[in-house]
């Protein structure tokens, strides 16, 4: 387990109980997450340990393994979600069975994946959920945006990638983009200073497959650098040039104390954070951002 500060974190293995919040049927087994076991009737849940900002963007990799299925039908149920949460509970866990361990938490955003049709259009299916600020269901008038057309999720080790870049949502699976989705998180969820909890949950019903997370790792990619409308063509000269400009006054005491004040610029190199190579231009409705990769 490596932290390294709020800014990212990875873990080859998930030794460090002290960094996770474990709920419901979760327990760490062999050095990997075990949300469920192969039994029916539990949910889980999982939190990194404190809020992490999530405002700006992140990139998040995890790999994961649905297996041992058993119970009605013989399918396997029921998935497992990557959860955003900033439920006023704090740490807490959803609904099991077909609620995958997050159906019930308040004031988050879910990206599931789900195994088990429950009139969903299919068994197996990402899809990203969010209500605002009240609870959120497994539904498909929560789902924002949902795929079908996707790797079989269990039985494989898969690793699923979600980004989020201050526009756009996208979750890959195994490298392959399969969910793209328009999002203004802060709009979706109320954060607490950009931040959030971030976590995994799962469950099974009378059908029931073990879940586990096998490594994950995190990073908060960007912070916000500067908001400028659209429609100003005239950038300030800072972005263009990678130069600051320091506006400062001074009185020509040579000439005269009072009568005569004479305002200079000066052009200072900026922080790294700002140059070209380090800033991303994001586009929203009528403004423009720039952000940060610093
Ligand atoms: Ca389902």
């Known amino acids: 387990m490596t932290v390294y500060g709020q800014k990212s974190f990875s873990t080859g293995t998930f030794q460090n109980l002290e960094s996770y919040k474990l709920m419901g049927s979760a327990k760490i087994v062999n050095d990997d997450l075990q949300l469920t076991d192969s039994e029916e009737w539990v949910s889980a849940a999982c939190w990194y340990h404190k809020k992490v900002l999530v405002q700006y963007g992140f990139e998040t990799e995890f790999q994961f393994k649905i297996d041992k299925h058993g119970g009605w039908q013989g399918k396997g149920a029921d998935g497992i979600a990557f959860v955003i949460s900033n439920d006023p509970k704090g740490f807490n866990i959803g609904d099991l069975g077909e609620g995958i361990g997050y159906q ?43 795929n079908h057309k996707i790797p079989e999720l269990q039985n494989t080790v898969r690793k699923a990638k979600i980004t989020y870049d201050f526009q756009y949502i996208r979750v890959y699976i195994d490298g392959i983009l399969y969910l793209k989705k328009e999002v203004h998180l802060e ?33 908060r990619k960007k912070k916000i650098l500067a908001a400028l409308p659209e429609s100003n063509n005239e950038s300030p000269r800072f972005i263009a040039t990678n130069y600051k400009p320091i506006h400062h006054s001074y009185r020509q005491h040579n000439f005269h104390p009072f009568l005569s004040t004479k305002t200079t610029k000066k052009y200072l190199p900026i922080p790294s954070a700002w140059r070209q190579e380090n800033r991303t231009e994001i586009k929203r409705k009528n403004r423009l951002y720039y952000t940060s990769n610093c």
């Open 187 to 219: 709009k979706k969820v109320k954060l607490s200073q950009g931040k959030a909890y971030i976590g995994f949950t799962a469950s099974t019903a009378g059908a029931y497959s073990r879940h586990r997370i096998l490594n994950w790792k995190w990073t």
């Open 104 to 146: 019930g938490l308040s004031n988050c955003l879910v990206i599931e994946f789900d195994t088990f049709d429950n009139q969903e259009g299919g068994d197996n299916h990402i899809s990203i959920h969010n209500n605002g600020q009240s609870k959120v269901s497994r539904f498909n008038n929560h789902s924002l945006a949902i």
